[in-house]
T-cell receptor, first 114, second 109 residues
Framework: DTAVSQTPKYLVTQMGNDKSIKCEQN?????MYWYKQDSKKFLKIMFS???????INETVPNRFSPKSPDKAHLNLHINSLELGDSAVYFC?????????????FGNGTRLTVT | GQNIDQPTEMTATEGAIVQINCTYQ??????LFWYQQHAGEAPTFLSY??LDGLEEKGRFSSFLSRSKGYSYLLLKELQMKDSASYLC??????????WGAGTKLIIKP
């Protein structure tokens, strides 16, 4: 199936731990994103990579570090997790050359920090 | 600042028509998207408008007025599966997506 897939779907962990979320897309897109959706349902852009290069880096604590080994993968590593990091994290992808191409989202990772 | 306004929640009856409004104030405008998001799922693309007017796609239509900073999503012949949140997102002058908080649509039998 052509899609954006991210793992894990659920992640429950304790404060202070380090965790990673993986994302892969097989749509041939050249741009990938990480979004955070909080309890109020706002989607906030965190990072965007185009062909493995960082192009958007919003005001996000440096405990969050994205890594793009190739244009089909964008992983998110989070150090020293805090309660406020609890949210749903969505990976997405699109075509950069067509700036108005729609985003294709993964199914989300629901992170709960206790 | 940049701002997208949508109603928080709307209720409609199965088989009816509902209009979800979105107003925006952004630094520039390069298009407007509507996405649908079912509870616990990912947002999925519904429509894109960059020129004024109405775009129709089956039971769903989207309208844009750039001069008024206004769009609406029109859903006809509502079905129970249309219960979801509907997100409005504007592409600004830097081609960044500015998202609204979404409108939760509840469909009653």
């Amino acid at each position: 199936d052509t899609a954006v897939s991210q793992t894990p779907k659920y992640l429950v962990t304790q404060m202070g731990n380090d965790k990673s979320i993986k994302c892969e897309q097989n749509l041939g897109h050249d741009t990938m994103y990480w979004y955070k959706q909080d309890s109020k349902k706002f989607l906030k852009i965190m990072f965007s990579y185009n062909n493995k290069e960082l192009i958007i880096n919003e005001t996000v604590p440096n405990r969050f570090s994205p890594k793009s080994p190739d244009k089909a993968h964008l992983n998110l590593h989070i150090n020293s997790l805090e309660l406020g990091d609890s949210a749903v994290y969505f990976c997405a992808s699109s075509f950069f050359v067509d700036r108005n191409s729609p985003l294709h989202f993964g199914n989300g990772t629901r992170l709960t920090v206790t | 600042g940049q701002n997208i306004d949508q109603p928080t929640e709307m209720t409609a009856t199965e088989g009816a028509i509902v209009q979800i409004n979105c107003t925006y104030q952004t630094s520039g405008f390069n298009g407007l998207f509507w996405y649908q998001q079912h509870a616990g799922e990912a947002p999925t693309f519904l429509s894109y408008n960059v020129l004024d007017g109405l775009e129709e796609k089956g039971r769903f239509s989207s309208f844009l007025s750039r001069s008024k900073g206004y769009s609406y999503l029109l859903l006809k012949e509502l079905q129970m599966k249309d219960s979801a949140s509907y997100l409005c997102a504007v592409v600004d002058s830097n081609y960044q997506l500015i998202w609204g908080a979404g409108t939760k649509l509840i469909i009653k039998p």
